[in-house]
């Protein structure tokens, strides 16, 4: 499922997503400036160790970009994209990966969703400029 959205938009998902060691309740996005900020609400986490978040633009392969430690059941997560920082109008697509016995299969991601982005001219220079060095 591909959504688009304009910066200060975000989707929610209401109802609830089950995945191998987790029941999602909510999952949010959305461009806050020069940031992206993704949110979700698990009900009940079973031997779950952690969530791994994932990017990509349309054309792109996704690639991990964080981690946050599951905190057990009825938690709400959040985690800042800070390096989001293409040309203006790009479009990101996420995705949420459960992490149960050390290892991450395809059927423990959540669905795929996207944001359309447009950081300040500041941002996207230093993002070029980061760039250089990698």
């Known amino acids: 499922m591909k959504i688009r959205f304009l910066t200060y938009f975000a989707l929610i998902f209401t109802a609830s997503i089950i995945f191998a060691g987790a029941i999602i309740s909510t999952l949010e996005i959305s461009s806050e400036g020069d940031n992206i900020k993704i949110v979700w609400h698990s009900t009940q986490e079973i031997n779950l160790k952690e969530y791994v978040i994932e990017r990509k633009t349309y ?3 996704f690639a991990e970009i964080g981690r946050e430690t599951a905190k057990g059941d ?3 997560y959040v985690f ?3 390096n989001a920082f293409k040309t203006t109008g790009t479009l990101y ?3 949420i990966g ?3 016995n050390g290892q991450i299969s395809p059927s423990t991601y ?3 969703i996207s944001v359309s982005h447009n950081p300040s001219p500041v941002k996207r220079t230093w ?7 990698r």
């Open 98 to 100: 459960m992490i149960e």
């Open 74 to 76: 009825n938690t709400t």
């Open 80 to 82: 800042v994209d800070e």
């Open 127 to 133: 993002g070029s400029i980061k760039a250089l060095f």
């Open 93 to 95: 697509i996420y995705r």
């Open 110 to 112: 959540s669905s795929e």
């Open 59 to 61: 054309n792109g392969a």
